[in-house]
């Protein structure tokens, strides 16, 4: 009976999310395009909270039409914040997370949709959550490197040994 108060419990956040840059799109060499972008995240998502939140799970998605596909969305960016005081981001250059690829070359001069979800996980009850949507977002319509660019490269013993010197890792570090 207690958790028929998350029902009259506002879900305002405050969000504000601006595609920073267009770091690249490239096509790859099964035909795909691929985009590596940078957002500017500002969100105070405190009010999502409650005394029956558990923990929020946050994610950026971008959307987007094709003649092919009514909608494709793809999840760029997530965190998960499992408490109220860590819930102000307030992040000026973040990059996504996970790659954006299109299931063809639809990626160039597209427009995008731009949406943060969240789904508020309970200690008790039904699991909540909400959207909002930043429209307006539009992709260039040139490739910003070379057409064909490969999707793997293998990556040598002697490559590997450097990745791990540069990035201070031992034997945790893997490719």
Known sequence: MATITDYFHPMNADIDIKLARVERIQRMDNGNDEA??????DADLRPLFSWNTKLLFVFLAAE????DNRLSQ???WDRIIEH???????????????????????????????????????FTGRL???????SDVVLP???????????????????????????????????
């Open 36 to 41: 590596y972008l940078a957002f500017e995240i």
């Open 64 to 67: 987007y039409t094709t003649k």
């Open 74 to 76: 793809v999840s760029l």
């Open 84 to 122: 109220e005081q860590d819930a102000v981001l307030k992040l000026p250059y973040v990059r996504n997370k996970y790659k954006l690829v299109d299931q063809g070359h639809h990626l160039r001069g597209r427009a995008i949709n731009l949406t943060m979800y969240w789904n508020i996980m309970p």
């Open 128 to 134: 909540r959550w909400g959207q909002r949507v930043f």
């Open 141 to 175: 319509s040139n490739y910003s490197r070379a057409e064909h660019v490969p999707t793997w490269r293998a990556m040598s013993a002697m490559d590997f040994r450097a990745a791990q010197r540069h990035m201070g890792g031992g034997p945790d570090l893997q490719y």
